[in-house]
């Protein structure tokens, strides 16, 4: 297991995926942010069953970064709950690996 993650969260418009990627890599939250676009989700929202087309985003991070990972998407998304989910990369290419930490952290 490393100490590498991988978070998702989702955006309504090409321009916020784009907007919130940056912000991350600004800050130095994230090595790297692929954009998907064509996702259609479906999901429960205040009582009833939703639907809309959105982009997936794909977060390249480290574990100990998550916390302030999530409170700057938590400030820079628009959604009012934005999904924030983090999942362990348990292995890797070391030299990915090691250019992902080298390009996250301190400023």
């Not at 800050?27 to 959105?54: D, P, T």
């Not at 991070?61 to 709950?81: G, I, K, N, Q, T």
Request: with cysteine.
């Amino acid at each position: 297991m490393t100490d590498k993650i991988v978070v998702l969260t989702t955006c309504d418009s090409p321009q916020q995926a784009e907007s919130v990627a940056r912000r991350l890599l600004e800050k130095r939250l994230a090595a790297c942010v692929n954009i998907l676009s064509g996702a259609r989700s479906i999901y429960r929202w205040k009582g009833a069953i939703e639907e809309a087309a959105e982009l997936v985003l794909l977060i390249k991070s480290r574990r100990d970064l998550f916390p302030a990972l999530r409170a700057e998407l938590s400030r820079v998304h628009s959604y009012e709950v934005p999904e924030v989910i983090a999942l362990p990369v348990v292995d890797g290419s070391e030299a990915y690996l090691a250019w992902l930490e080298g390009e996250t952290g301190a400023i």
